[in-house]
């Protein structure tokens, strides 16, 4: 089961809207689902957020029930207007360092996890055409994974922070690469890597456990038709049950995200981690991976 934010027309006004997706790709509005098994009156009031801590307070068995009356309903939506499935107080912490895993000199990970954070004014709905703010500056781009918290973790545990994952999305981390060498100066990079609407997220997240993701699975980065990072989960050289225990001393609450991308992870024969891969005004990039679907994005000056 994939769910997302879309934009619905409602009675009164239009307003995001907490969608589910069945097998043969129609939409369904989330809450009616919810109150069929019971649990009413509790996911139209919070949004994205409140939905992912019901949907992780289910459980596993509690989920399959909801998606056997998902795979009930006929009709649906063919194809909502998606946004970006992450509410506006909620957050990303991204696992990298300074330099990618791929371009060290030894290609050895740090001992630690350590990163920065990308917050929901620096990110774009899914499909969006993207205005580079400096034409003169120079933007690259990085495949991520980012992983979905359904429960509060705080000081984690690794295997607590395993079981507070309720799904996967996509996301394009983009940076502003100019600004970033010159923010490096000071140890910091908050601006750089949260350019206004620069970084697309979505276009859904799917709702599955840690335990559901093959390590085989695999992400793409495409630019322009050309593939420039392909790797597989297993290829992170922090697992994500640790990532985000690691992240969990920041207090992680539902609706938030680590992530994972090709910057962590380590070069072998058969995968494409060099990263970051250089954008400019004009470059279409599709990011992929089979159990969530195709992020797109298209860059303009």
Same mark, same amino acid.
């Given at each position: ?9 409602? #009675? ?5 809207? =907490? ?65 970006? #499935?992450?509410?506006? &107080? ?17 290609? &050895? ?23 580079? #703010? ?12 980012? =992983? ?27 940076? %502003?690469?100019?600004?970033? %060498? ?47 990072? =392909? ?42 981690? %060099? ?27």
């Amino acid at each position: 089961m994939k769910i997302a934010l879309a934009a619905m027309p409602r #009675p009164v006004l239009a307003e995001p809207c =907490v969608m589910a997706q069945s097998s043969s790709g129609h939409w369904h509005e989330l809450a009616p689902l919810l109150e069929e098994i019971g649990q009413s009156g509790r996911s139209s009031d919070g949004g994205l957020s409140t939905a992912l801590a019901m949907l992780g307070a289910l459980g596993t068995a509690g989920r399959r029930k909801l998606e056997r009356v998902l795979e009930g309903r006929k009709n649906g939506v063919g194809s909502p207007a998606l946004l970006k #499935p992450i509410d506006p &107080l909620a957050k990303i912490l991204l696992t990298e360092g300074r330099v990618a895993l791929s371009r060290s000199n030894d290609q &050895l990970p740090a001992k630690m996890v350590v990163g920065f954070s990308k917050f929901e004014t620096a990110l774009a709905d899914p499909g969006a055409q993207i205005r580079l #703010p400096d034409p003169q500056a120079q933007y690259d781009v990085e495949a991520v994974l980012a =992983v979905v918290l359904g429960k509060p973790a705080a000081r984690a545990s690794a295997r607590d922070a395993g079981g507070a994952v309720i799904g996967f999305t996509l996301m394009a981390e983009v940076t %502003d690469r100019t600004m970033f %060498d010159r923010e490096w100066r000071t140890s910091n990079s908050l601006f750089a890597k949260n350019r206004l609407k620069l970084s697309p997220l979505g276009p859904a997240i799917w709702v599955a456990g840690l335990k559901d993701l093959d390590p085989a699975t695999e992400i793409r980065l495409v630019v322009n038709g050309t593939d420039r990072q =392909v790797f597989a989960v297993a290829d992170f050289a922090h697992g994500i049950a640790q990532a985000t225990k690691a992240w969990s001393r920041a207090v992680l609450e539902p609706g938030d995200m680590v992530g994972l991308g090709a910057a962590i992870a380590r070069p072998r024969f058969g995968n494409e981690v %060099d990263s970051p891969v250089p954008i400019a005004g004009g470059d279409r990039i599709e990011i992929s991976c089979a159990p969530i679907g195709v992020l797109s994005a298209q860059f303009v000056a």
